[in-house]
């Protein structure tokens, strides 16, 4: 076996022990790309071998994706995916797993008409709304890893020869999941123990809320009262230890709808849905979305801010030191598994109930009195950098430091 | 653009226009596996150009299928795809159009115990039972065509040097299905009528019976009194020509449930559920299979005939000339939708709705009554030669020669 090959190996059995952690009997199933199937044919053998009932795998191909888009009628994009949402929502009721294995071309999209790609967007965002919640609430194990494809290869490393790229990404990859340790298992456990280590400290301090500074960036988020900072693992309804995103690298918990004022803007290119959104600055308002600015990819982020009322207000907050180690790689993925745990980070769009005491097992109309938001759309865009600073407020007003020049100040 | 991409782009064509036959707005599902995706994305944009509405592609991998039989638990093999086949009978009820894309290992399950192939036959034959219903009563346009695989090719070219095996075997489909005529489209309707004139005869002569002798066969199958014979193209719902196999040699009714008896023997092998079946004889007593022996594949086609009540029935009578066009190339495909129009074939459970005086709007007592049979099973095998006699029985008792010497007598 190759080093390659036994790396590919040991990723896939970091993605069924530590990923969704598949438990004897347990249903798996896996989104992934056609170009990926070295990779799932892997996971698939050690989801079997961790005692999976069944793997289902959904293959798709970015050229029939595309084919869509460009040929396909205007009603095409009305079609809701309900078998696979309902599909989806029984492996959840019944304590499934679900993998996604992404593998995305940031620019798939380019130069479609963003009406099609906001309807899409919607009309999919509509059909698996009850799934969102059941992964949003942990109801079900879930985990999002990544493998290079070619467009996307190319895309990160423009400047290596064709037969270079997709190699520099898996090494770039298998680093930043720490695949290249003698026991990646292991060494994700103690990576938990260190994250978990700094919300617990913010749970202690309970800010009313936060405060950050940087070029072009002067914004308080106000956090709920029964806010809950969370880090790598989770737990699901079944009471299986999972981690939803490897890489991860972040600290976060929900904002107060109404109390974002002030203006962000973004340091990193956002791939959303196909295309590239850049250099945009968002000002908030009591929570609300006010005014947007783009360089690149304006149209389609006003888009997504109107897709529905929750889309206008933020719902994450995630805080990631600027010296993480995706950081110092200072590769640029336009993938946001990966760019956002290189940056302190914000979703537009809706909160996760598990960031809020209690909230797993609230109703909407609960959540929504906690003071947190729910949206259709959950879309992370990075606002971190060196020149950052955050000030954590406390209760009484007073300010401590939580981020200096972009990372922990404690 | 080279000889084999222009012929890749005339069969994909073919199969829109052709086999299912894309009307402006439908749905087009297709089924395909990951080897076929090159052809696959030629039938998309083909489907597209037609006016396809949606064009979904489900992908499947055999190494992913293989590993759920070698290493998945017992219960494994009783989870119906509920969903997958809800999908499809909803995609029937709006008048859409489903495309398989065959490319399969014949020897993909050789080795696996027979219990979990039948299990999984089994429940797969339920859950797409009503769908099946609306398939073999035309309710919507579908077709099945064939591309090469790198294990099928192994199988049918082992003499071949490895790099020749695929190209040998896509030129052999090309063949088969008129692709390397100049115009494939014309040729299709060619060939339709003249099958389509074989069958008028058969129907003017509405024989009571067809009695078949052959070395190791001597079989007498009597024919509902409303039977019809049908050649390739059919009719959906809607009213939508199609072709459902390509290649197509065939002729083909229902036979009388209770009216088979007599021993009929296999003249080429068999490929179900990825095993090898071959040299096998079936004993029938008043329609009943009461004996089955077989060289090769006993117990796996045991199973067959014991999945439900119908299996032990035969439904399809069909008649293709030994020297057809897919006989004489020689080749053997382990496929049945190449062997089978290669030789007269009978088909183990379910008759065609469609093979009786309005069937597609019987109910499944009606179709009873009128004598033909319903199962979960409808598989098709192979029993013609060139030493094949089939004599029509008149209704007054007189035998007139239908085939001699293994091809049309008339």
Not at 111 to 138: C, H, L, P, T, W
Request: glycine content about 6%; charged content about 20%; cysteine-free.
């Amino acid at each position: 076996m190759s080093d390659f090959q036994a790396n590919l190996n040991k990723y896939a059995e970091l993605a069924v022990k530590v990923g969704v952690n598949v438990q004897p009997g347990q249903i798996l199933m896996i989104d992934a790309g056609v170009e990926s199937l070295e990779y799932v044919r892997l996971v698939v053998k050690h989801a079997y071998a961790a005692g999976a009932k069944l793997v289902k795998v959904n293959l798709s191909d970015e050229a029939i994706t595309r084919m869509r888009y460009d040929l396909a009628p205007d009603d095409s994009f009305e079609i809701a995916p309900k078998w696979t949402a309902a599909e989806r929502e029984e492996l959840a009721e019944n304590g499934g797993a679900m993998l996604a294995v992404v593998s995305n071309n940031p620019d798939l999209l380019k130069g479609v008409d963003s009406s099609r790609i906001s309807a899409m967007q919607k009309v999919s965002g509509e059909a698996f709304s009850k799934y969102r919640e059941y992964a949003q609430s942990n109801k079900l194990a879930w985990s999002i890893v990544a493998v290079p494809s070619a467009a996307w290869a190319a895309k990160v490393f423009p400047d290596l020869p064709e037969n270079e790229q997709v190699p520099a990404m898996w090494e770039a990859i298998f680093k930043a999941v720490r695949v290249d340790l003698p026991d990646p298992v292991a060494a994700w456990q103690q990576h938990i123990d260190t994250l978990n280590a700094k919300a617990a400290y913010l749970n202690e301090k309970k800010y009313k809320a936060l405060h950050y500074t940087a070029p072009g960036t002067d914004l308080t988020i106000e956090l709920p009262k029964t806010h809950l900072w969370v880090a790598a693992d989770s737990e699901s309804e079944r009471g299986t230890a999972f981690v939803a995103n490897m890489p991860t690298e972040e600290v976060f918990t929900a904002a107060l709808k109404t109390g974002v004022s002030g203006t962000v803007s973004s340091t990193k290119p956002l791939s959303y849905g196909g295309t590239i959104i850049d250099n945009f600055t968002l000002t908030f308002e009591k929570g609300r979305i006010v005014d947007v600015k783009a360089e690149q990819g304006e149209d389609t982020l006003k888009r997504l801010v109107e897709m529905d009322e929750g889309s206008h207000y933020i719902g994450e907050v995630a805080l990631v030191p600027h010296k993480s180690p995706i950081s110092e790689s200072g590769i640029l993925y336009y993938n946001t598994l990966f760019d956002e745990n290189a940056s302190n980070h914000l979703a537009i769009g809706s909160a996760y109930a598990f960031n809020i005491e209690g909230g797993t097992t609230m109703s909407r109309e609960e959540l929504a009195e906690a003071g947190i938001n729910q949206s259709l759309a959950h879309v992370d865009f990075m606002i971190g950098s060196a020149d950052m600073n955050i000030d954590g407020i406390a209760e009484d007003g007073t300010a401590e430091p939580v981020f200096r020049g972009g990372s922990w100040a404690f």
